[in-house]
Nanobody
Framework: QVQLVESGGGLVQPGGSLRLSCAAS????????MGWYRQAPGKQRELVAT???????RYVNSVKGRFTISRDNAKNTVYLQMNSLKPEDTAVYYC???????????????WGQGTQVTVSS
């Protein structure tokens, strides 16, 4: 059994900053790639940023230079630092992780429950 628990969402004014966290727990042998996705009302879920186990990062063009993804392998946690936030960043943000479980060393993709980020004045 593996869980991803997110925190750090909220309401922020345009130009402000937020830091999202996502901690994985449970029957974890190894965590491969981790990432953040978002889904705005009426839109499809989109990839925001990913980070490999070797800390290679990738971003969607709309957040490059404003968002930074990082991870703490000792804490099984991935972070998303969001700066210079814009109203169009408003969405539910989901973390995602590819995890090798201790049960038979099988690999599964897990999702967090989502955290709301609202950028508004």
């Amino acid at each position: 059994q593996v869980q991803l628990v997110e925190s750090g969402g909220g309401l922020v004014q345009p130009g402000g900053s937020l830091r999202l966290s996502c901690a994985a727990s449970g029957s974890i042998f190894r965590i491969n790639a981790m990432g953040w996705y978002r889904q705005a009302p009426g839109k499809q879920r989109e990839l925001v940023a990913t980070i490999t186990s070797g800390s290679i990062t990738r971003y969607v063009n709309s957040v490059k230079g404003r968002f930074t993804i990082s991870r703490d392998n000792a804490k099984n946690t991935v972070y998303l630092q969001m700066n210079s936030l814009k109203p169009e960043d408003t969405a539910v943000y989901y973390c995602n992780a590819e995890i090798v479980t201790t049960s038979g060393l099988k690999t599964y993709t897990y999702w967090g429950q989502g955290t709301q980020v609202t950028v508004s004045s």
